[in-house]
């Protein structure tokens, strides 16, 4: 198998060949069929051009808010992308030879889904920059801590999109879970409408959902605020940690099998 031979070395070194080897494949696939990913960076960009007007017209940091709120409600979209690399190898067959090579559960999730990270983070970088130059979001005072907050976005989302993927059991049923899920989700916390013009009950549940937290992260790090971004990064790092563990001990244990499709 691929994650067995050549064997270079044990413990970290071998580690980090087995999960280069499964990132180097997932990554060849990816840019086999990019017209997912390409979508989710172009409709973003639309409508931005579209929603500009009416949220600067009724909001003073309009500009703001469409960018940041169409970057969190497009990213969380992309949970399919890595329940899809998930369930592709069930549905081929190929998840049970994975399990049995030398890689542990860890490992697998990590290769499966290092080449999306590296996508997630691509895409929400075009968007912020697109944001900064064609509908005046103001540039970031420090781009460090956008950098940190799109990173442990896109971490904590990959997390989750693991952790579906070892629940689901057809495609189908991700796309279903992840489009209803991302739409409720980056409403809820409010990517499209302001919490503050949201009904009472929405403003009650609204930090329930990892897209608020994510919205004031994101906005907090634009503004340049980074104790304001500290405390949603800590809640989505850990939102992160619980679901990949989740997803690592579900595979670990079996239920990831493809007997189970």
């Known amino acids: ?33 990019p017209g997912q990913m390409i979508s989710y960076v172009a409709m973003p960009m639309v409508l931005m051009l579209v929603l500009r007007p009416l949220y600067v ?9 469409v960018a940041t709120g169409l970057m969190v409600m497009f990213s969380v979209f992309a949970i399919s992308l890595v329940g899809n690399a998930i369930l592709s190898e069930r549905t081929w067959r190929t998840w ?7 890689a542990p559960a860890a490992e697998l999730l990590i290769g499966k889904t ?17 944001g900064c130059l064609a509908i005046g979001l103001p540039v970031p005072p420090n781009p460090a801590v ?11 989302l990959l997390a989750i999109g693991a952790a579906l993927a070892t629940i689901v059991r057809s495609h189908g049923e991700l796309s279903v879970i992840s489009d209803v899920g991302a739409l409720t989700l980056s409403s ?16 009650l549940a609204a930090p329930a959902s990892p897209g608020y937290w994510a919205l004031a992260m994101m906005q907090s790090a634009v503004a340049g605020d980074v104790a304001g971004a500290l405390r949603p990064a800590a809640v989505l ?23 189970l499709m």
């Open 1 to 33: 198998m691929l994650l067995d031979a050549p064997r270079p070395g044990i413990g970290v070194l071998g580690s980090v060949h087995r999960i280069a080897a499964l990132a180097r494949l997932n990554l060849v696939l990816r840019l086999r069929d």
């Open 57 to 65: 017209r009724a909001l003073d940091a309009g500009a703001t808010q």
């Open 146 to 156: 956008v950098l940190m907050s799109i990173v442990i976005w896109a971490f904590a």
């Open 96 to 102: 049970d030879r994975l399990r049995v090579s030398r």
């Open 237 to 259: 790092l850990a939102i992160g940690v619980v679901a990949g563990a989740f997803a690592a001990r579900r595979l670990a244990r079996g239920w990831g099998r493809g007997g």
């Open 188 to 203: 809820l916390g409010g990517a499209l409408v302001p919490l503050s013009l949201m009904p009472e009950w929405a403003q």
């Open 114 to 130: 290092l080449p999306l990270f590296v996508v997630m983070v691509a895409q929400q970088s075009i968007l912020l920059v697109y």
